[in-house]
């Protein structure tokens, strides 16, 4: 069974940080283009990274481009997303997905005060 499910949302004040994982089974990440999106309540989903191992790219969205960074761990399976300098703007439901079509769950990030 293809699967990813995102972890390590939560709640976390505005300047601060948080780390989401994104976990693979039944496939190999670094196969596929992976990417980060979110949705906020009320609007539409949004692509925040999108990352290929093949060629070492990783593309950001201009509105989180120098605070989050995508990274991958091959041997856990696991992609990464560091989320700093948190705004309250970030406030969404995070998912990641693979090239093949799958998609997670998703984790609730919310930054508020």
């Known amino acids: 069974q293809l699967q990813l499910v995102e972890s390590g949302g939560g709640l976390v004040q505005p300047g601060g940080s948080l780390t989401l994982s994104c976990a693979a089974s039944g496939f190999i990440l670094d196969y596929y283009i992976i990417g980060w999106f979110r949705q906020a309540p009320g609007k539409e989903r949004e692509g925040v990274s999108c990352?290929?191992?093949?060629?070492?790219?990783?593309y950001y969205a201009d509105s989180v481009k120098g605070r989050f960074t995508a990274s991958r761990d091959n041997a856990k399976n696991t992609l990464y997303l560091q989320m700093n300098s948190l705004k309250p703007e970030d406030t969404a439901l995070y998912y990641c997905?693979?090239?093949?079509?799958?998609w997670g769950q998703g984790t609730q990030v919310t930054v508020s005060s």
């Open positions: 990352d290929s191992s093949r060629d070492g790219s990783t």
């Open positions: 997905a693979a090239s093949q079509g799958s």
